[in-house]
């Protein structure tokens, strides 16, 4: 932390690109270029939480999920979830429950595709095969999708097939591709027709064998790479994630599970309606985003890590065959002890890519998705949480609900929000170990800082890049605020 | 007196009965005439205007105006239709519609008009008009963000439920459906069993509870669009 900002020099990467949503990075920088500051800024201000205030409890699932167009879905069941408390029907009939389920899967299959196809692939696609870090400065001309679609054509259209698979699956279970209604307080709305059943299972077999593929690459890219990608934007973490009963992963729902970096349990199949027990969020002048921490470690230790790579690190196992037979590969890296290394996302990624599909496959096989009993009702509460594994982690929904039906209160703490210590943890680590005293600070440099918040996909909100115009502004600012050097690239 | 009246509308021959409205002798013989207000079983308005036809050269309300022998009618013109869709445009911008997440989607008579009208985005400017949500009530709730003041409500109320729950307040801009009782809905004689409750063509008068039971694919107009369950009848 720098108390006094004066005499830095300040540059800024605004915005980060490849990421959804907008964000910047800001670094200080003393006259030899040492860094003094590195963090990451989430500039947006959405309001959802104040907007849906007074509105009809029913309506919540279909309103927030317009959070955002990449992964919707996942706001859409936890607010489902919450709301299933609110009508006492939180025991959903098996078509309600795996109707949902096979959406949530459909979700995460299209969202790690497009992430690891569309946003990441550039950067280790182009990278030279003894080099990992080299594809990070290749020209921005070259560092994205079209280029990889030139380049790797074959692999460029499994990208685009896989995702238009994950689609197809929330198309036939909510309704729309995107946005869709299909998660209803106390159930779903409608069931898998047999001809959408076919329609799916036309194609599944296919997309775990891309999906095989992907895995691969991913795999092979971070083994290979290991002792020089292990210290690259990384430290030690506790994890969090929802865990099943039985310790295994499970996407849709759980108890809470909360790990050190060595795999101590810090707390275990936590009933998420009692979070507020367990987490408590910090706020900090400088960003919009709060921080989340463990309340029994404190504000300064308690943050943690959520997502794929928590999630690999916080299960037992995967009760899907390949993606556990993967999942044990992963962890004999460690020897079976947490994987901290930032880079591991997108090998974590791509696990759970094939688990997704693997659990479709599985689903699409089971009659009770032709079921007609679709909703449930009980006894009516008026205060809910609903939680989820979203892509890119835990996705906390907080609600009360007065005796008219109106949302009185709701608290969101969205994926991006948990990562946001160790994003900015790993964006200053990249910056001292990549940037600190080098001369010149080149673009190439500079995306180093932005390979590893993309390692944590963070959801910033709706908007991708342009297509190879990555509108990047830096500027170099001497210590009385004067403009001494300024870059653009794109835009 | 004949008990049969003959006349056109865009060059086709419509029978009408004496007493008909023009809406509704083209609606028999399978012209749509687009229309927001009307609704069928409760006495004609002419407030929304949407079903504005020229009658001999001249703009008349086709849900009010009354077959006449020999009388030309001009509907489905690129006149009317110009017409037609500013008002559309206009009911879009002086309300809050928001489609997205509206209950009523699919099955929201404006929204389909929109549809049909090719409307994807308004031409006028928003007005972002504070409007009240009345949750009071336990089975019904007004939501006069999407309220069209079509009036349904008034008349389904009054000459159907024999209530009188609704009726309107204010004028221009700030005119709104009020409810009769000192404050809310929920201390009015409404039964969510009323016609008054499912009057509404828009989503401002909603039983509660139901949302989004009707999965997309499945709604009203989400394969066909407006009044071609009209159109379909047609010799």
């Known amino acids: ?491 | 007196m004949s008990s049969t009246i003959e006349f056109t509308i865009n060059g086709k021959d419509i029978t009408g009965r004496p007493g008909q409205t023009v809406l509704e002798a083209a609606q028999d013989a399978g012209v749509y005439i687009p229309r927001l207000c009307y609704m069928r079983g409760l006495a004609a308005f002419g407030a929304c205007r949407v079903c504005t036809v020229l009658v001999n050269g001249r703009p008349q309300a086709a849900c009010t105006q009354t077959v006449a022998p020999g009388m030309v009618v001009e509907n489905n013109t690129e006149k009317m239709t110009a017409f037609r869709r500013n008002l559309i445009d206009m009911l879009f911008v002086e309300g809050n519609h928001f489609c997205m997440f509206c209950e009523k989607s699919g099955n929201c008579e404006l929204q389909a008009l929109a549809y049909r009208f090719g409307i994807a985005a308004p031409k006028y400017p928003y007005m972002f008009q504070p409007r009240e949500v009345d949750m009071s009530h336990g089975d019904v709730f007004i939501d006069r963000n999407r309220c069209v003041l079509c009036g349904r409500c008034v008349r389904a109320s009054r000459d159907v439920d024999g209530k009188h729950v609704f009726d309107f307040v204010g004028r221009g801009l700030h005119k709104r459906i009020a409810v009769n009782a000192e404050a809310l809905l929920g201390d009015t004689e409404l039964a969510v069993t009323d016609k008054a409750a499912e009057a509404c063509p828009v989503g401002a008068i909603v039983k509660k509870r139901v949302g989004y039971a009707v999965p997309v694919g499945q709604r009203l107009y989400d394969h066909k669009p407006i009044g071609s369950e009209i159109e379909s009848t047609a010799l």
């Open chain 1, 1 to 491: 932390m720098v108390a006094n900002t004066n005499g830095f020099k300040r540059i800024a990467i605004e915005p980060v690109t490849r990421v959804e949503g907008h964000g910047k990075v800001t670094l200080l920088l003393d006259e030899q270029n040492r860094v003094h500051q590195a963090r990451l800024h989430i500039v947006e201000f959405r309001g959802f939480e104040r907007f849906i205030l007074g509105r009809p409890f029913w309506e919540v699932p279909v309103l927030v999920q317009r959070l955002c167009g990449i992964c919707p879905v996942s706001h859409h069941l936890a607010a489902a979830k919450a709301m299933d408390r609110i009508v006492g029907g939180e025991k959903l009939t098996p078509t309600a429950e795996k109707m949902r389920r096979l959406m949530h899967y459909g979700q995460f299959f299209q969202s790690h595709a497009l992430h690891f196809f569309h946003l990441v692939s550039p950067d280790i696609l182009f990278g030279g095969i003894e080099d990992p870090f080299a594809g990070f400065s290749a020209d921005p001309a070259l560092r994205n999708v079209i280029a990889v679609a030139a380049k790797f054509p074959e692999l460029a259209v499994q990208g685009v097939m896989m995702r238009k698979y994950g689609q197809e699956v929330i198309l036939r279970t909510a309704g729309k591709k995107i946005h869709g209604t299909g998660a209803i307080p106390g159930g779903i709305n409608k069931n898998l027709t047999i001809a959408e059943r076919d329609f799916l299972l036309k194609d599944v077999e296919q997309m775990i064998k891309w999906s095989h593929g992907a895995l691969k690459i991913a795999k092979d890219y971070t083994v290979k790479h290991l002792t020089k990608l292990a210290p690259f934007g990384s430290f030690d973490s506790s994890h969090m994630s929802l865990i099943r009963a039985d310790g295994a992963m499970d996407l849709y729902h759980g108890g809470l599970r909360a790990i050190t970096a060595d795999g101590k349990k810090i707390f275990d199949h936590v009933d998420y309606q009692k979070y507020t027990d367990y987490i408590a969020e910090e706020v900090r002048p400088w960003s919009y985003m709060k921080f989340p921490f463990i309340k029994s470690i404190g504000p300064e230790n308690g943050w943690y890590r959520v997502g794929p790579l928590a999630r690999l690190n916080t299960a037992d196992f995967i009760d899907t065959p390949a993606a556990e037979a993967a999942r044990k590969e992963f962890m004999a890296v460690t020897k079976g002890k947490p994987n901290n290394v930032s880079m591991a996302y997108h090998w974590a990624r791509m696990i759970e890519l094939l688990h997704s599909i693997e659990k479709i496959r599985e689903l699409l096989n089971d009659k009770d998705l032709q079921g007609q009993d679709l909703v449930t009702r009980g006894q009516r509460r008026e205060e809910t949480v609903g939680l989820i594994e979203a892509p890119r982690g835990t996705l906390f929904h907080h609600y009360r609900v007065d005796k008219h039906d109106q949302v009185t209160m709701a608290n969101l703490i969205v994926s991006t929000t948990n990562n946001n210590e160790p994003m900015n943890r790993a964006v200053q680590k990249v910056a001292q170990d990549h940037l600190s005293g080098k001369k010149e600070i080149t673009e190439g440099l500079l995306n180093h800082i932005e390979v590893v918040i993309r390692a944590y996909d963070p959801c910033l909100s709706c908007a991708t890049h342009a297509l190879g115009q990555m509108p990047l502004v830096v500027e170099l600012v001497d210590a009385a605020g004067n403009l001494v050097d300024r870059k653009t690239k794109g835009g």
